[in-house]
């Protein structure tokens, strides 16, 4: 059963940083990508980064790219449990979200299209509140 927790959230003021980490267990991690998304109330969910756990490739939202930096310790990971982070430097009050890891590993009942991948299956989020 697929199951990722998110931790790390929390309030800071702009120019600052946060690093969010996300557990992931439940299912063959190499064979999948595991991403961050975000969501604001009255937005659509959007997402941020996303890794691709077999070889480590990266993908980043244009709103995002040289401030986030999405990674993995696979010498820490197992075959089938790990942790994916993301690192935000520079944050802006525009970043406030809550943020919520996903995976295209199983899936439930609602999927969302980022890059090359659908993810469908959800941790509960983590808010990340930015003061200007």
């Known amino acids: 059963q697929v199951q990722l927790v998110e931790s790390g959230g929390g309030l800071v003021q702009a120019g600052g940083s946060l690093r969010l980490s996300c557990a992931a267990s439940?299912?063959?991690?190499?064979?999948?990508?595991i991403a961050w998304f975000r969501q604001t109330p009255g937005k659509e969910r959007e997402g941020v980064s996303y890794i691709n756990m077999g070889d480590g490739s990266t993908y980043y939202a244009n709103s995002v790219k040289g401030r986030f930096t999405i990674s993995t310790n696979n010498a820490e990971n197992t075959v089938n449990e790990g942790t994916v982070y993301l690192q935000m430097n520079s944050l802006q009050p525009e970043d406030t979200a809550i943020y919520f890891c996903?995976?295209?590993?199983?899936?439930?009942?609602?999927?969302?299209?980022?890059?090359?991948?659908?993810?469908?299956?959800w941790g509960q989020g983590t808010q990340v509140t930015v003061s200007s």
């Open positions: 439940g299912f063959t991690l190499s064979y999948y990508a």
């Open positions: 996903a995976t295209n590993a199983g899936g439930a009942t609602y999927y969302d299209t980022f890059g090359d991948h659908l993810f469908g299956s």
